[in-house]
């Protein structure tokens, strides 16, 4: 046995340019970061209060910057891809298609495990346990480790770069192509273990949101006063949690089948590759609805803050929520109609998908049904929701389309749903997360985001998206099948070069989203939120400073209604300073979570390489770091009822100092918390 | 290469497959359209600084309107389902199209990276083109001797997966004699985008001339000549076979489930079992036989 695997000098990418420049730009991004943080005499700031901290707040922001980092390697990828088919018309454009088939494969991987997860898990951590008027999720040092360990699985798709090469078998990793026989080298190995580590982050993930929402929530705030939001993270939780288990065991499968010559989905051998394909789907379809609930979660309360309204049909929602989260682990045969099952099968999965369609379209009307009789303002996140509301129902219907079984037939694997997805998960799920960003990135940072670059961002995403997809429902109409390196049908070309210039007005909304994250840092002290309720909220989490104290709210509020902070400002009970305040306990910060998720890396670094000693040392370490760990009898600090003290009085002496709401300067401002008249000294 | 596709259809099959496309897109526009009326009207009407819109910040619930929202869409998907039911049913690529007919029977094998068709009657096989008299029910038995495929002929209607050690079965018929492209459109490795083929639909006369040119080609596909020509191979150009070793379609199946017949029973039958079921006049229990 060799010690280093199967790992050789050979592995380095030097056999071919466009690799090498991977690469090399991995490395060097990598190189720049050591330096610019080393400038910036930042090391001890970064593990003293980022790295080691158990707080969700930054833990949510650090989620945050992995899923923004991801989202432009991910771009990148798909730039190449957009490039690629525009000029490989009856020619091999630039892309050989073993590097066109890595590409493909690791964009779809990057934006669903390494971009929209942690986009996700940020928001959902930062916002959560505010808007349940919660000090902390119910398990801190649980959710640092799944941080690290998804930032260790993305770790692991960035080094494939440099190191050996990235899986081609898809985001999907279909056996038997992904099996040992048709593809022995480490990518879909890279692939498998970056995909297992990080799904374990996520179910834990799960379990720790919906503990929080379970127990967690401040007195008063009964289920069915939740912000809309918080229930469709609860909703989300609980599929999180039934879902990631299917695809940890396919991937395990996977995994026995790659390196210990198991045969549960080999050809040959008595394996079969259906149960591989129903085990991922069992997993997949849930995870789009884990991506797009708390999307439109954020929807929800966008369209309510910027409507200056409640948000209509509130029981609604949440059944409609409920419903979707039930319904979507019965329908995950349509990914797969044309197996050759029964037509009754098809049919009754056919019909399920179908029904899915009723409880969209009710939240769809009830967000307009918000809008109107209200006072619309059109900041970006608003601008987001709207542009989300009029395409995503063109993804809808697309989907509608797809499901019913004979047209799939037509349309599976055909650009056509490379369309629809993209319909889907670009205008639905990272609309709500951008939207999300802008909206609470002013409670995270304690100023707000520039104002014409984000609108400038937002109209490159939307006219870009257009641009970009519409053609490919077109060509796949027109049979064009997806995954296709090069092509000799010269219909195609036009539609394709449209994409690419759509592609490339997306790339312009990120660098607006860039210039506008610059820019709003220089000018930030013109922006500042000092109040704490930028945008005149509703929920919880306005109620809190921007950037809030580590203990959120100091006094743990009391809600008597849906809309809670709304409703305090309604009753004049808002800033009403308390008298006295108890000493706070919170969780110390600690390595440790960070040192799992890096020994984790080197783990699955060992498995894809075959270093068998590293994979049990380091499986070792990382039980002996629970271990430890769990012999730590005081993972708690107090701060002293003095300091919070001190930290309420600084806050509410900048309260009297300001007005308390920052929207009223705007031309639609429809006034404070109404109908209800402002009662005697409410500010 | 040839220009038809799912918008142009030659067959009835994806003829009916796009019809109901059309008919779902149409029932949707119910809903669809009146989203584009809402967002369009209301962003303008109620942006805030127009002062002269109503501002109802009481307006949250009302159970007429929730009615409607719960029962318009619920109505068009009651509808969609029946015709998805009835869909779904009539264009089971299993079905033989017409019963009364005598279909022309092909058997499709998928390899690295062309397509194998086999004619059993005719005896005879091609490499990368699918001849067949028009207006004759066309009886696909697909399978694959490497990864996973899909086979589709867009202007004619599909696709079926292509799976070793298991049989699919698709029934296809043109209309009109022509030629179009079909193709594996399920990743299968690095010649992926050339594994393509002809299919070519002719006149009775002339599919007779092309058996014809066939069996004049003078080479044998047996069990040698099979384990060569399944190697990974693409853009092979069209090879004629004169003749070919019987049961060979059935032998790439069973390659893979020999041994294992009683683990696989359930999703997938042998030959033999599938033989031995036929013998008994029943049919085989799972469809990817
Ligand atoms: C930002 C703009 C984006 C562009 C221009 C883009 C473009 C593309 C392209 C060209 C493909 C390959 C299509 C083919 O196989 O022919 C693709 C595939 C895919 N994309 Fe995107 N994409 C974008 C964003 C996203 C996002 C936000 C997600 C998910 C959160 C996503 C998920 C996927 C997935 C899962 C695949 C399938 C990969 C596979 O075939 O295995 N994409 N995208
Ligand atoms: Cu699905
Ligand atoms: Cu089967």
Known sequence: MDFFGRLTLDSLPFYSAIAASGAGVTVLGGLSVV?????????????????????????????????????MRGFIDAAMMRSQQAVAFNSDGYLPPGHFDQIFSSHGTIMIFFMAM?????????????????????????NAVSLWLTAAGAGLVLI???????????????????????????????????????????????????????????????????????????????????????????????????????????????????????????????????LILPAFGVFSEVVAVFSQKRLFGYISLVLATMAIGILSFTVWLHHFFTMGSSETVNSFFGIMTTIIAVPTGVKVFDWLLTMFRGRLIFKPPMLFTIGFLVTFVIGGLSGVLLAM????????????????????????????????????????????????????????????????????????????????????????????????????IIFLGIVCLGVQLWV???????????????????????????????????????????????????????????????????????????????????????????????????????????????????????????TVQAIEDRRYEQLAKHPANEMADEPGYAGDPSPDPLPEGAR | MLTSADLNPKGPISLAERQLLFDAFFIMMIVIVPVFVMAALFTWRYRGTNRKARYDPGFVYYWPVEILVWGAPAAIIVWLGFHLWDGTHKLDPYDPIDKSV????????????????????????????????????????????????????????????AMAGMQTKLHLLADENGEYWGRNVQYSGYGFADQQFHAISVSDEDFENWVQKAKDAGKMLDKEGYEALAKPSSKLPVTYYSSVTPGLFDSIIYKYTKGNAHGYAMQCTTPELAQASQASGGETGSRAE
Not at chain 1, 490 to 499: D, E, G, K, T
């Open chain 1, 520 to 642: 709003s840092v220089r000018d930030r002290r013109s922006a500042l939120d000092v109040s704490g309720d930028p945008w005149n909220g509703r929920s919880l989490e306005w109620l809190t400073a921007s950037p809030p104290a580590p203990y959120n709210f100091a006094v743990l509020p009391k809600v008597e209604a849906i809309d809670a902070f709304w409703d305090m400002k309604a009753r004049g009970v808002a800033y009403v300073q308390p008298k006295e305040y108890e000493p706070i306990t919170m969780p110390k910060n600690t390595l440790i979570p960070l040192l799992v998720g890096g020994t984790a890396f080197v783990f699955g670094f060992a498995m894809v390489w075959w270093i068998w000693w590293l994979a049990v040392a380091t499986l070792a370490f990382i039980g002996g770091l629970v271990i430890f760990r769990s012999f730590d009898d005081d993972p708690d600090f107090t701060m002293p009822a003095s």
């Open chain 1, 405 to 504: 079984p004979p047209v799939d037939y037509l349309m599976h694997n055909t650009t056509f749903l490379i369309a629809h997805f993209h319909n889907m998960i670009i205008p639905g799920v990272l609309f709500g997360y951008l939207a999300g960003y802008m909206f609470w990135f002013p409670k995270a940072f304690g100023f707000k985001l520039n104002e014409w670059w984000g609108t400038a961002s937002f109209w490159c995403w939307i006219i870009g998206f257009y641009l970009a997809f519409m053609p490919l429902y077109v060509l796949g109409l027109m049979g064009m099948p997806r995954r296709m390196e090069h092509y000799d049908i010269a219909a195609w070309q036009p539609h394709l070069i449209v994409a690419a210039i759509g592609a490339f």
């Open chain 2, 102 to 161: 005598e279909p022309l029977e092909v058997q499709v094998v998928a390899q690295d990276w062309k397509w194998l068709f086999i004619y059993p009657e005719q005896s005879i096989a091609v490499v990368n083109e699918l001849v067949f008299p028009t207006g004759k029910p066309l009886s696909l038995k697909i399978t694959s001797d490497t990864v996973m495929n899909s086979f589709v002929i867009p202007a004619l209607g599909g696709q079926i997966y």
């Open chain 1, 35 to 71: 330096a610019l943080i080393t400038y910036l005499g930042a090391w001890k700031a970064l593990f003293g209060e980022w790295l080691s901290s158990l707080d969700h707040k930054k833990i949510g922001i650090m989620y945050v910057v992995v899923a923004l980092v991801m989202l």
């Open chain 1, 160 to 290: 494939s770069l440099v190191i050996g090469k990235f899986s081609t078998a898809g985001w999907t990793g279909y056996p038997p192509y992904s099996g040992p026989e048709f593809t022995p080298g480490v990518g879909v190995d890279y692939w498998l273990w970056a995909v297992l580590i990080s799904g374990i982050g996520s179910t834990m993930s799960g379990i720790n949101f919906l503990v929080t929402i379970l127990k967690r929530r401040a007195p008063g705030m009964t289920m069915f006063r939740l912000p809309l939001f918080t229930w469709t993270v609860f909703v989300a939780a609980i599929l999180m949690i039934f879902a990631f288990p299917a695809l940890t065991v396919a991937c395990v499968m996977l995994a026995l089948d790659r390196t210990l010559d198991f045969h549960f989905f080999t050809n040959a051998g008595g394996g079969n590759m259906m149960n591989y394909i129903n085990l991922f789907w069992l997993w997949g379809h849930p995870e789009v609805y884990i």
């Open chain 1, 118 to 142: 942690p986009f996700l898990s940020g928001i959902i951590n930062f916002v959560m346990p505010q808007q349940i008027g919660s000090r902390d999720v119910a398990f801190p040092f649980m």
